[in-house]
Structures are given as structure tokens and as C-alpha cells.
């Protein structure tokens, strides 16, 4: 159901017009922040036809995206991120890698039913405190991802597994997805040019090319064009 106040549940149709210039921050309730952060924290929902331009995001410790945090059950389609940056903060010093999760356009999305389509994201910094990143999604536990290019974007972990379209894969479809041109880092292992870590997923009809990786020294350095 959509008991949560900050689950946003329907249908948001953009109508191909654009969001700009938004700066969002993880939300406090009862004055404690939560963790993640976007334009919707969870979702339950459809939102298509949606363009964003020169949004900034921040996230407490992660699992963050700069549409959605969070999906459940929903699609995402027809939608574009320009311009755009997501990254995270933490509690304290003591743990400089407690901010993973962070995705382009989702942190997270899970089950069978939720779907990304036809959906873009170039010239952006999508970064996360810790282990896992991705330019679309950052954490994909079912569901499709089919039709996405990233393009031209900065995407970055600060410990591992950062993906030109997804970080970690599981029990997923990614199909006829593009990555090109982006500039891909972590500072410790598993950088992959369309998926970093692929586990029990699917890989269809995906390219990757002219990406620029980057690892840190490491003794388990492992980077591949695609996964």
C-alpha cells in the first residue's frame, strides 16, 4: 500500500517538459534525517515523459537517486536527467564509506514488476560514499532495465562497484541499455562499463564504448568493458 508520507503511489506524466535547477536533501522526520533522497524518496508509481535539468541531490549515507529513491513496484519511461549531481554525506568521519547505493535515476529498484525504459542520463555526476553506484540504477534486485543510455557522465564510488548503467545486478533484465563516454572510478574493485557486479541477471544487446575506467591501487583490482 501507500501508507508512507513520503511514498509518492499514481501516475506523474511530464508531458516532455523539464525540472530545473532543484536542490534536494535528505528529509528529517520526527528530527532524525533518513536515509536517501530525490525528486520522490520511494515509489510506488508511474512517472514518464519527464525531463530534469541541473537538479543537485544529497543524501545521507546513500541510496539516493535523483528521480526516486526507492522503487518498489513502478515503471520509469520516456524520461531524461541533464546537468545533474547526486551525492552522499555521512554521520560521522569514523565511517567514510557508510553512503552507498547512490543511482542516477534510482537508488534502488525491486521486483519482478518495476521496470526503467527509454530512459537517458548524460553529462552528470552520479557518486557515492562507499560501494555501489550507478548511472540509471544503483541497485537493481528484479525488474528490467531495457533502452537507457548514459552518456558523458561522471560516475564515481569511493570504495566499489560503480556501473556505466547499473552497479549490482540481480535477478534482473538488462537489455539494449548504451554507455559511452563517461568517466567510471572506484577507488577499490568490480568497475564494469555497463554493470559492475553481475549476479543470477541478464545482459542483452548492451554496448559499451570510448568509457575512460578508473581503479585505485588495490589487490583486487577487477574492471571489464561491460561487466
Known amino acids: 500500500g501507500c501508507s508512507s508520507s513520503i511514498k509518492f503511489c499514481g501516475t506523474l ?18 528530527d532524525v534525517t533518513q536515509q536517501g533522497a530525490g525528486l520522490f524518496v520511494y515509489a510506488d508509481a508511474v512517472i514518464r515523459n519527464l525531463n530534469i ?5 544529497t543524501s545521507y549515507k546513500g541510496k539516493g ?32 564509506n557508510d553512503g552507498g547505493g547512490n543511482g542516477g535515476f534510482v537508488s534502488t529498484i525491486d521486483g519482478a514488476e518495476s521496470a526503467i525504459i527509454n530512459c537517458v542520463i548524460r553529462d552528470s555526476d ?14 537493481a534486485k528484479g525488474g528490467t532495465i531495457s533502452n537507457c543510455i548514459s552518456e558523458k557522465n561522471k560516475i564515481t564510488s569511493t570504495n566499489k562497484t560503480p556501473g556505466g548503467i547499473v552497479g549490482s545486478a540481480d535477478k534482473c533484465v538488462i537489455d539494449c ?4 563516454n563517461n568517466v567510471i572510478t572506484a577507488n577499490n574493485r568490480y568497475l564494469g562499463g555497463v554493470v559492475a557486479l553481475l549476479n543470477d541477471a541478464t545482459l542483452i544487446n548492451c554496448i559499451s564504448t ?3 575506467c578508473i581503479l585505485g591501487e588495490s589487490n583486487y583490482r577487477t574492471a571489464g568493458a561491460a561487466v
Not at 80 to 95: D, L, P, R, Y
Not at 126 to 139: E, F, H, K, Q
Not at 177 to 180: A, E, F, K, Y
Open 210 to 212: 570510448d568509457n575512460t
Open 13 to 30: 506524466d511530464g508531458d516532455g517538459k523539464t525540472m530545473m535547477n532543484a536542490v534536494i536533501n535528505s528529509v528529517k522526520i520526527d
Open 126 to 139: 552520479v557518486s557515492t560514499r562507499g560501494d555501489i553506484t550507478g548511472a540509471v540504477v544503483a541497485i
Open 65 to 96: 537517486g535523483i528521480l526516486v529513491g526507492q522503487v518498489f513496484k513502478g515503471t520509469i519511461e520516456n524520461c531524461t536527467i541533464a546537468k545533474s549531481k547526486i551525492q552522499a554525506v555521512n554521520a560521522s568521519a569514523e565511517s567514510p
Open 177 to 180: 541499455c548504451q554507455s559511452r
Open 53 to 57: 535539468n541541473g537538479f543537485v541531490v
